[in-house]
């Protein structure tokens, strides 16, 4: 949707509103549906659009209502009929009062980003929860995107493809780019393109993602650049060390050594990672998929008891620790366990 069309939109808001809304959109501040008169935002006016004006306001249960953004209006907007009553019943159902007075806003900053209504649409049914973000507040987080490095066509399509990204507080997005930053060594750029091609991370546990990253960097002797050319974050952990470890143990990848040398040719990581099981198993390892499963079994059997000799090692009082003082603690710890 180009900049023209959602003009457009936004005008058709507008022209529902009173002359003081005019007033703030050139302000730059946006909407604030406080107009009591307004078509699109006024509760009274809602009513008389609907069959039986306002003696119709005790309607059937049947079908709730969303006095805000009445059916009429939806479509106006240029929303199909199918998207329309999607998005009136989602509305209806929200029943946060904040949520209520952030309805049209909300709609407003997303056809000023550049979303046409099939795109809104879609967005709000997959995360209801920006019903209930200000619009102000709305608005920061898109620029905060922007200033991440996520320019015009790549915000979009971030946001229309996991619009949970805009749900997240700007200090828990900070905190997950320092991360990535600062404990993978990734490059700003990088960084920017992790989030676009992956904005699934921002939601990721910390611990399973910092290990996700050792885990490809040390025991695969993957480097960064190569983790962002094969979008490494959009796999689970899970996936990926069942994966690698098949290949080890059919001889078919090796660890590099401190110099980045190995005895054979390594797959690349979009090879492992990138395809589905079965181009995985026909291409990659040469295995059969009942080869794969016994070795699942297998692998899932030697994690259980390395984990089980792991306990049981955290609980030995004989502890190699070569700081005397922590040595102690924990052997003092380790009998207080004992005695309960």
Not at 83 to 107: C, F, M, P, W
Not at 212 to 217: A, E, L, M, P, R
Not at 242 to 271: A, M, S
Request: hydrophobic share 35%; glycine share 4%; with cysteine.
């Amino acid at each position: 949707m180009n900049n023209h069309s959602a003009f457009r939109q936004v005008v058709w808001i507008l022209r529902r509103t009173s002359s003081s809304i005019f007033s703030l959109f050139q302000s730059g501040s946006y909407l604030q549906p406080s107009c009591i008169r307004c078509k699109l935002f006024c509760s009274k006016s809602s009513n008389l659009l609907r069959p039986g004006g306002a003696n119709n306001e005790q309607a059937s249960p049947q079908r709730p209502t969303s006095p805000e953004l009445p059916l009429s209006s939806l479509l106006d907007m240029g929303f199909t009929t199918p998207q329309a009553e999607e998005i009136y019943q989602s509305l209806s159902k929200v029943h946060d009062g904040s949520a209520t007075k952030n309805r049209s806003s909300t709609l407003m900053v997303l056809f000023m980003l550049g979303l046409n209504p099939s795109s809104v649409g879609k967005l709000l049914t997959k995360c209801p929860d920006l019903y209930n973000i200000d619009q102000s507040l709305l608005q920061q987080r898109i620029d905060n995107l922007r200033k991440l490095g996520l320019v015009e066509g790549s915000l979009q399509r971030v946001v229309s493809h996991y619009p949970a990204i805009l749900a997240t507080p700007a200090k828990a997005l900070k905190r997950k780019t320092v991360f990535l930053k600062e404990k993978c060594r990734f490059t700003m750029q990088q960084v920017t393109d992790i989030l676009r091609d992956s904005p699934a991370i921002v939601h990721e546990d910390q611990d399973q993602l910092e290990y996700k990253f050792q885990y490809v960097y040390f025991r695969m002797g993957i480097k960064q650049a190569h983790m962002v050319k094969h979008k490494l974050f959009r796999s689970t952990l899970e996936e990926i060390r069942w994966r690698h470890c098949f290949l080890e143990r059919r001889g078919l990848y090796q660890t590099p050594d401190k110099n980045g040398q190995t005895l054979i040719v390594n797959p690349k990581l979009d090879r492992i990672i990138n395809v589905d099981l079965e181009s995985f198993l026909a291409r990659t390892a040469c295995a059969s998929a009942e080869e794969y499963v016994v070795f699942q079994k297998l692998l899932a059997r030697e994690w259980q008891e390395e984990e089980r000799h792991h306990g049981d090692e955290s609980d030995d009082d004989d502890s190699d620790d070569e700081d005397e003082e922590d040595e102690i603690e924990s052997r003092d710890s380790y009998r207080k366990r004992r005695r309960k």
